[in-house]
């Protein structure tokens, strides 16, 4: 899933990136574009230029997750922080709010990825 090819690819090597338990690298958290915009064919010079108003949805939903986490904008964090951090604040459910009107959420793949999250990293 993707806006085209080249996104896809990139997406792909992120989600392996951050998947992968034997490696913990420093990651900008930006409510902005980021490296998975690098290869998507609406990245304007510095904002999304999907459609009318998608920057600032875009932007509404970088947020969203960045109050959620308690995380602050342009700090740079190990990614297993982040990873446990998003598997103790974060249910699938949240994603209705935090991802609201997100093309994507309605697949379910995301809901999906959280609950899985959970149950790898939150103690019970």
């Given amino acids: 899933m993707g806006y085209s090819p080249e996104f896809v ?19 900008r958290v930006v409510a902005s574009l980021d490296d998975t915009c690098c290869t998507c064919p609406h990245k304007g010079k510095t904002t999304c230029e999907a459609s009318v108003g998608s ?5 509404t939903m970088d947020f969203n997750v960045i109050r959620q986490l308690g995380l ?22 949240d994603l209705d709010y935090l991802c609201k009107g997100c093309s994507w ?9 959280i609950a899985d999250l959970r149950e790898k990293y939150v103690k019970k």
């Fill in 9 to 27: 690819k990139k997406m792909s090597e992120i989600v392996e990136k951050i998947r992968d338990d034997h490696t913990d690298f420093p990651i």
């Fill in 105 to 113: 959420l309605s697949y379910g793949v995301c809901k999906e990825g």
């Fill in 55 to 59: 920057n600032e949805h875009v932007l």
């Fill in 72 to 93: 602050i904008d342009g700090a740079v964090y190990n990614k297993s922080y982040l990873v446990q951090l998003t598997a103790e604040k974060v249910e699938p459910d």
